[in-house]
């Protein structure tokens, strides 16, 4: 069946580091690709999304490059500040498995000042 | 900017109670999902609703569960007889389309707590 796995958490960074945040897949079809974000009391907010191959989703200087080779939709970010201390969900939907989303386990990013 | 708004915030029931947990989803969305996730463990999905009906279910919603759309704007899931193992956090979500590179809206969420 169709999995997600996310690097293991939590992150811990200082604020205008450098953020990398792993993800790949196991799919058996084509799937769209997304991240989601979890503030701190509020609910899942889609980040940004990737529809196929090569594809780059990009929103609030976050990035994600669909890469079909490597099954892998990393999350990237030049500098962070605290205002993106949250958690991070990669998901996929596929077009055989309906409308359901398969989420990642989440990564609980901190930035600290 | 439309929500999907949920309530209670946060629900304590006892063993073998019945509840409700519901939701208001986007007002021109068609497609409705209940997704739950246990403390410490991955967002999973519990079930699809489309057109008056469950569009998709996982082997989590068992008989124990029931969705309901009972009038224009609430959509509900009732857990009939709950268990220590239902404790989690469940959200609800919308989405206009059901097709694979739709956007869902996600709400708040609903903390159950079974003791």
């Known amino acids: 069946g169709d999995s997600v796995t996310q690097m293991e958490g939590p992150v811990t960074l200082s604020e205008e580091a450098f953020l990398t945040i792993n993800c790949t897949y196991t799919?058996?079809?084509?799937?769209?690709l997304f991240w989601y974000v979890q503030y701190p009391g509020e609910g899942l907010q889609l980040l940004l999304k990737?529809?196929?191959?090569?594809d780059k989703g990009s929103n609030k200087g976050f990035e994600a490059t669909y890469r079909k080779e490597t099954t892998s939709f990393h999350l990237e970010k030049g500098s962070v500040q605290v205002s993106d201390s949250a958690v991070y969900f990669c998901?996929?939907?596929?077009?055989?498995?309906?409308?359901?989303?398969?989420f990642g386990e989440g990564t609980q990013l901190t930035v600290n000042p | 900017e439309p929500e999907v708004t949920q309530t209670p915030s946060h629900q304590v029931t006892q063993m073998g109670q019945e509840v409700i947990l519901r939701c208001v989803p986007i007002?021109?969305?068609?497609?409705f999902y209940w997704y739950r996730q246990i403390l410490g463990q991955k967002v999973e999905f519990l079930v699809s609703?489309?057109?008056?009906?469950?569009?998709?279910k996982s082997e989590i919603f068992d008989d124990q569960f029931s969705v309901e759309r009972p009038d224009g704007s609430n959509f509900t899931l009732k857990i009939r007889s709950t268990k220590l193992e239902d404790s989690a956090m469940y959200f609800c979500?919308?989405?206009?389309?059901?097709?694979?590179?739709?956007?869902?809206?996600f709400g708040q969420g609903t903390r159950l707590t079974v003791v």
């Open positions: 799919a058996t079809g084509y799937p769209s």
């Open positions: 998901a996929l939907r596929e077009e055989t498995s309906g409308s359901r989303l398969t």
């Open positions: 979500a919308s989405s206009v389309q059901g097709a694979r590179n739709t956007e869902a809206f």
């Open positions: 609703f489309y057109n008056n009906e469950i569009s998709e």
């Open positions: 007002s021109n969305h068609l497609y």
């Open positions: 990737a529809t196929k191959a090569d």
